[in-house]
């Protein structure tokens, strides 16, 4: 039986008097790309910032590559931290720094001096996410499509094992969506990485998903492939694909 | 009563513990090498270089104004020539500092918060921590640093452009004797003035920038909450180096007494 990469145990996290996470229970393994559907405010990009240690959950355990890593403190977590890319959903470029500076930091923050080695794997990483040619513009001048390939070409400059994308293709037309999307397929097929997925663009799911997971309530109402989540008759999975809130018109 | 005084107490403590805690992370960071050179050379000139002129201006014509002050007082008890040692003791050893950091805190500490802030509301500081990057070791060290250089001699920098506009006031235009005036400043100024004004432009260096990364660290709720942040930080940082100052000087005067020449 294959060892999950990432074991998620009964998180339960609080903001305030709302309880986001209610003892979410999930597992992501090695090569995968799973997608994390649910509706907007559901808490899926608070779960996500859970698996690089960005929150610190009330209860429950998250394992990575057998290690629990909700009790490491801040310094202990920048291990597992290398070991993850994570796309965040405006990109969070350092509006400081042009394009290749961003996509260069990894690399100089993790020691590497060599002028040339870093110019090259940033010219990789740039086209690997069709961004060459850009290098030196700032972010302040780029679109929300760009913004988010240049952060996932820092994501991936060091190849990570886990990529975690928060909202990949929110708020981009759909042309630019589907780039987005062959972008994730192309990284799993090219550079082998687990891929987790948060999104509630179920175009997208379908282009990219090995597992579909849905969060509903705080917990993981579904899981289960693509074509699974297009039959089901679970009523609350059957609202969110068919895109029913279930309000009344007058 | 006991619900108000907890209401403000409790975020005081929490404020200053909060402090302390950063201070001590930041000199630990640094006792441990993780220190950016780049970075720190590039704040030393934002704080250092870029408050040029603020400080030339504040010593030159704070100088300026307390010499033709203490002129006018003094003349009339033919004290003119004290003019010189009084204004400069009193830049040395409260006005100089002072002056400095309050202008320091408007400036950089200001500057330090807004853009620590937007990047904490951008979501530019998770960025640094899921690369693996301490904000703390990125932002706060570089800038602690800077700033702990930069300040005691923007202070001195301060004092002598004081003691200088002091001069040319006092004996060019207020015509006191250009010998005395300066005979009687190297009699009354000492090495000890000078240590003064340095250690208390250290500490106010220390206050400031801690208080402005703190703030920007915890920045939340937008654009709004970098602008509250901001403002929180010039007060803030004001008010402590006033307070911070009396304490200095009654403490300082211990090891630097006044009076003993």
Same mark, same amino acid.
């Given at each position: ?26 597992? @992501? ?77 990894p690399?100089?923050?993790r ?39 240049v ?64 969060l ?35 | ?10 975020? @005081? ?22 220190v ?23 010593g ?47 400036r ?7 853009e620590i ?92 920038v ?40 009654m ?11």
């Amino acid at each position: 039986m294959i060892e999950p990469l990432i074991h998620v145990q009964n998180l339960v996290q609080r903001i305030g008097s709302q309880e986001i996470l209610r003892g979410l229970t999930l597992d @992501l393994f090695p090569g995968e790309t799973l997608v994390l559907l649910g509706k907007s405010g559901g808490g899926k990009s608070v779960f996500l910032r859970h698996l690089v240690g960005l929150m610190r959950p009330v209860s429950g355990s998250i394992v990575f590559e057998g290690q629990e890593i909700t009790k490491l403190k801040e310094r202990e977590l920048e291990p597992v931290r290398r070991k993850v890319g994570m796309l965040f959903q405006d990109g969070a470029l350092f509006d400081s720094m042009n394009v290749f500076d961003n996509v260069a930091f990894p690399l100089r923050e993790r020691g590497e001096k060599a002028v040339a080695v870093i110019r090259e794997k940033v010219a990789q990483s740039l086209a690997m996410v069709n961004m060459a040619g850009h290098d030196h513009k700032m972010p302040v001048n780029l679109s929300g499509g760009m913004r988010k390939r240049v952060a996932l070409a820092r994501a991936i400059i060091s190849p990570p094992d886990v990529i975690l994308y928060d909202e990949p293709t929110a708020g981009l037309d759909p042309i630019v969506s589907d780039s987005i999307n062959r972008l994730i397929r192309r990284l799993q097929r090219e550079l082998s990485v687990t891929s987790l997925v948060v999104t509630h663009d179920l175009v997208s799911c379908n282009h990219i998903a090995d597992r579909v997971a849905l969060l509903d309530g705080g917990r993981i109402h579904f899981l289960g492939t693509p074509a699974e989540l297009q039959e089901t008759r679970d009523p609350i999975v059957r609202d969110f694909v068919d895109g029913r809130s279930g309000e009344t018109v007058y | 009563m006991l619900s108000i005084l907890n209401g403000l107490l409790a975020p @005081l403590l929490t404020t200053l513990g909060e402090l302390a805690m950063l201070a001590w992370e930041t000199i630990c960071s640094i006792a441990r090498g993780r220190v950016r050179g780049r970075l720190t050379l590039k704040q030393i000139a934002e704080v250092g270089f870029g408050s040029q002129l603020v400080v030339v201006v504040t010593g030159a014509f704070t100088g300026a104004v307390f010499t033709a002050q203490a002129y006018f007082q003094f003349a009339s008890l033919n004290m003119e020539t004290a003019v010189g040692p009084v204004v400069a003791l009193s830049m040395f050893r409260e006005l100089g500092p002072a002056l400095t950091g309050l202008m320091v805190a408007g400036r950089v500490g200001a500057a330090m918060t807004a853009e620590i802030g937007t990047m904490k509301v951008t979501q530019q500081i998770d960025a640094l921590r899921a690369l693996a990057v301490n904000p703390v070791d990125y932002l706060v060290v570089p800038r602690a640093l800077a700033m702990f250089i930069s300040m005691p001699l923007l202070v001195v920098e301060c004092v002598g452009l004081g003691v200088l506009a002091s001069y040319y006031v006092g004996v060019h235009v207020l015509n006191i004797n250009g010998v005395y005036f300066f005979a009687n400043v190297q009699r009354f100024a000492e090495g000890s003035d000078i240590m003064m004004a340095l250690i208390k432009g250290f500490v106010f260096g220390g206050l400031i920038v801690f208080i402005s990364c703190r703030e920007g660290l915890c920045a939340k709720d937008g654009a709004v909450g970098v602008g509250r942040a901001t403002t929180a930080t010039v007060v803030t940082s004001s008010l402590a180096i006033l307070i911070a100052n009396f304490f200095l000087t009654m403490a300082l005067n211990i090891l630097f007494p006044a009076g003993q020449r």
